[in-house]
């Protein structure tokens, strides 16, 4: 793909991530009505606003780049060369009870490499926002990880859904926080993820995601400056992501925490 293919794609993501945004937060505020629904496991929330956040998205997508294929967390679809995957309400379950910590996420891929990615969170008017190769930004202006060296400074967020496994979850947090360490879950995976590339979190480990979760995050913080590898080091698996994400700096301490109690 050329450059001014990536570069109109870019700007697309941004419009995109800004009026998918817009729409999620007319339901938020119940502008417009909406009952929360159960998927069938436990805090597992979906509403038409999730539905009609990404059915916007999919019709947005089709009218601009009818020849790219799309992965969306309500409808699913299908990661072909050229792909984006969108979560439309990262943090459904905070939303449906009114937390204002959710947000949109939206990546696209080329040729299985993350290329594009934006989070935006409504509420608070954040856009993070990176290209491969081009820096990441925060509503424009450029983002940095942050320069955090221990662990017993660090504030870390670690995702946590019924499926995973929950002694494993909490041996971990205990972990670090033995180390000295600060551990939260705020709940939505891809705003954890642009926070620590925004620097406001020193890292992010999760120990299942799906694309849509993690995908767009996880180019912020590589742009930012940051590191993503899977929970042995290695690289994240684009369909299957087990996430450690962090500044950089403390990420092998994370991971040597990590190593004597991680999922198999």
Same mark, same amino acid.
């Given at each position: 793909?050329?450059?001014?293919?990536?570069?109109?794609r870019a700007?697309?993501?941004?419009?995109?991530a800004?009026?998918?945004?817009?729409?999620?937060l007319?339901?938020?505020?119940?502008?417009?009505a909406?009952?929360?629904?159960?998927?069938?496991?436990a805090?597992?929330?979906?509403?038409?606003?999730?539905?009609?956040?990404?059915?916007?998205?999919?019709?947005?997508?089709?009218?601009?780049?009818?020849?790219d294929?799309?992965?969306g967390?309500?409808?699913?679809?299908?990661?072909?060369?050229?792909a984006?995957?969108?979560?439309?309400i990262?943090g459904?379950?905070?939303f449906?009870?009114?937390?204002?910590?959710?947000?949109?996420?939206?990546?696209?891929?080329?040729?299985?490499?993350?290329?594009?990615?934006?989070?935006?969170?409504?509420?608070?008017?954040?856009?993070?926002?990176?290209?491969?190769?081009?820096?990441?930004?925060?509503?424009?202006?450029?983002?940095?990880?942050?320069?955090?060296? *221990? $662990?017993? &400074?660090? @504030? !870390?967020?670690? /995702?946590?859904?019924?499926?995973?496994?929950?002694?494993?979850? =909490? *041996? $971990?947090? &205990?972990? @670090? !926080?033995?180390? /000295?360490?600060?551990?939260?879950?705020h709940?939505?995976?891809? =705003?954890? $993820?642009a926070?620590?590339a925004?620097?406001?979190?020193?890292?992010?480990?999760?120990?299942?995601?799906?694309?849509?979760?993690?995908?767009?995050?996880?180019?912020?913080?590589?742009?930012?400056?940051?590191?993503?590898?899977?929970?042995?080091?290695?690289?994240?698996d684009?369909?299957?992501?087990?996430?450690?994400?962090?500044?950089?700096?403390?990420?092998?301490?994370?991971?040597e925490?990590?190593?004597?109690?991680?999922?198999g």
């Amino acid at each position: 793909m050329n450059a001014s293919d990536v570069d109109a794609r870019a700007k697309f993501a941004v419009r995109l991530a800004r009026s998918a945004g817009a729409l999620a937060l007319r339901y938020f505020n119940r502008e417009l009505a909406y009952t929360p629904e159960s998927k069938g496991v436990a805090q597992d929330w979906v509403s038409i606003a999730d539905r009609a956040v990404e059915d916007h998205c999919r019709a947005e997508l089709a009218a601009a780049f009818p020849d790219d294929t799309m992965l969306g967390e309500e409808s699913g679809g299908a990661v072909a060369d050229r792909a984006w995957v969108i979560d439309p309400i990262d943090g459904t379950l905070n939303f449906v009870h009114g937390v204002r910590y959710w947000c949109v996420s939206i990546v696209f891929i080329d040729g299985g490499r993350r290329t594009i990615g934006a989070v935006y969170d409504p509420p608070h008017d954040e856009l993070f926002f990176a290209t491969a190769g081009g820096g990441a930004t925060r509503n424009g202006a450029p983002m940095h990880v942050s320069d955090c060296a *221990r $662990l017993d &400074r660090a @504030l !870390i967020v670690q /995702g946590y859904v019924q499926r995973h496994d929950i002694d494993a979850s =909490l *041996r $971990l947090r &205990r972990e @670090l !926080i033995d180390e /000295g360490a600060e551990v939260k879950d705020h709940g939505a995976g891809a =705003l954890m $993820l642009a926070h620590v590339a925004a620097g406001r979190f020193n890292a992010f480990y999760e120990p299942h995601m799906h694309p849509w979760d993690a995908s767009a995050g996880l180019l912020l913080i590589e742009e930012a400056g940051g590191r993503v590898t899977d929970l042995r080091g290695g690289p994240v698996d684009i369909d299957r992501p087990r996430v450690v994400a962090t500044n950089g700096r403390i990420h092998d301490q994370v991971l040597e925490v990590l190593k004597e109690i991680r999922p198999g």
